[in-house]
Structures are given as C-alpha cells and as structure tokens.
C-alpha cells in the first residue's frame, strides 16, 4: 500500500521526452511573489538552478532567503509566480499549493537555521525517521509484521547505517542526539534529510554556530554529498568564506529581490552587492 503524497500521487505533470542529464534544471523559480498583510517578504523573486549544482543564496538579515526557502518546501504559498521542480524521472512537478510532506516525497528535503532534532533520541533513531518516511507499509503491515515488513524494517535499519557513516557518525549511531557536539548536530540533521532520498537538499545557515574546524568539516560533507549522492545543493549561507569555496553559482537577495546573481568572481564585484552589504559611500566621503 503506497503512501498518500507519494510521487505517484503528485497530481498533473508535464512529460518530458528524455531522461534529465546532468546541467538539466532541477527547479524553476519564476516570478514569485510573497506578502503577509501589507508586507511583502518576497517580489517577482527568480531563479534557476541545474541539477548536479550548488547554488548559493545570499543577502542581508531580513532579504527573504528563508521566506524562499519555506516557499520552495510547501510552508508558504506565493500569491504570484510558480516553482517547478523537475524530477529524474523527467517530470515537472508544481511545488505551490503542495503540502510539505508532499514536497519532500517528490524529492525536496531541507535543514533548519536552528536545530530540529529528536533530542531524546538516538543519533540512528534520528536517521531511521527519515528513511521511514520512504517506506511503502502501512498501518495494518506494520500491526501483523508481514515478511514486506520485515524485509522494509531492515532493509531501513541498513540504510540508516550506511548514512550515518556516510556523514561520520557511525561510531555515534547508539549516543542521544543532544548529547553530541553542536557540528555533529549539524551533520545529522543533514543525515537525516538524506534519509528521504532528496534529489535537492536545501540547507538553511548549516555553518551557523559552528567553530573553524566544524566548518571545514562540514564544507567538505557538502561537496561529498553534491560528488557522491549527486544531490543538487541550494544553500542559504552567511559564511562568505565558505559560499566562495562552495558555490557554483550564487544569486544574491536584498529586500525581497534578487539584485544579482552569476558566480562568485561576479557576485563579489557587482556594485550593487557591495552596496547591499557595506551600504552606499557617503558623497561628502569623497
């Protein structure tokens, strides 16, 4: 019995001739526009990303990068615009209007700014809640232990594993999520979302709180996870340092709007980036 929200439940999609090949986009932002009474967080926001990259997105506190965020996972609905999301198996599927879990099953998985893990539990019991979520039985299968079941159960438990080693905490599978140190944390919470099998994994601030030495550690997992999974990688980063070393390209927000966007080269030499960033030089300044 397959789950509701599945990406054989996803509702009309356009088909697409042949199989994605890597460069194909991945997701379509086109001309999105986000408000909350008379605020408007996000304005005629575009943006494209291909499959394979890491795209970086960037701007000042208050630019609207999480807004984008909650707007690409199903937690905020634009008023205006449409984001596809284009899957391996050649479809185009419309994220607005679909639910979060619904956005997860058809292969959009994501981290939080601030940490969103089972606290009580298990560094592999944290996982396992992920790669669950793939799982096909149901309520009555999982009541009678039916040889699907069991076959699920550890093909899961297995899985778990191997991501939990892939991030370089196998040694810690059996410790309480809370007791691990705050860069481990931000590892498996990444674990985690991989546990969902995403096609595109969305970090919001991963580096956010961590020390020079976690950051080096956790720049070099992303890469790891972009090369080795092929997972495409959209990032929201305050770290220059560490979007400059990542990203392929970067498109950069200021009050709700992109100003800019190209590669780093580009991006740390457009005039209205560094305005953005360092304000515009006062005249009397010379």
Do not use: W
Not at 51 to 66: D, F, H, M, W, Y
Not at 108 to 135: C, D, H, P, W, Y
Not at 182 to 198: M, S, V
């Amino acid at each position: 019995m397959s789950d509701a929200g599945s990406p054989d439940d996803l509702g009309p999609v356009s088909p697409v001739g042949t199989a994605p090949r890597p460069g194909d986009v991945v997701v379509d932002v086109d001309e999105i526009t986000l408000s909350f009474g008379g605020l408007t967080s996000l304005r005629a926001v575009s943006l494209t990303q291909h499959r394979g990259e890491i795209l970086a997105v960037i701007g000042p506190n208050g630019a609207g990068k999480t807004s984008l965020f909650n707007c690409l996972t199903g937690v905020y609905r634009p008023q205006v615009g449409r984001i596809t999301f284009h899957d391996r198996r050649g479809r185009a599927i419309s994220v607005v209007g679909r639910k979060p879990n619904q956005v997860n099953r058809a292969g959009i998985a994501r981290t939080f700014q601030t940490s969103r893990l089972f606290n009580a539990l298990t560094a592999f019991e944290n996982v396992k809640i992920g790669v669950e979520s793939r799982m096909h039985t149901g309520p009555l299968g999982a009541m009678l232990r039916l040889p699907r079941t069991r076959r699920e159960e550890r093909a899961s438990d297995a899985r778990t594993l191997e991501l939990l080693d892939f991030v370089g905490l196998r040694a810690h599978a059996n410790d309480i999520a809370s007791s691990l140190p705050y860069g481990d944390r931000r590892r498996l919470e990444i674990a985690r979302a991989l546990g969902t099998g995403p096609e595109l994994l969305l970090l919001d601030e991963p580096a956010a709180g961590t020390n020079p030495s976690e950051k080096g550690d956790l720049a070099a997992l992303i890469r790891k996870v972009n090369a080795e999974l092929s997972v495409s990688v959209l990032l929201i980063e305050h770290d220059m340092g560490l979007v400059m070393s990542l990203a392929d390209n970067i498109v950069v927000l200021n009050f709700g709007q992109v100003i800019a966007s190209g590669t780093p080269a580009e991006v740390q030499q457009d005039p209205a980036v560094v305005e953005a960033y360092l304000g515009a030089p006062d005249p009397e300044d010379g």
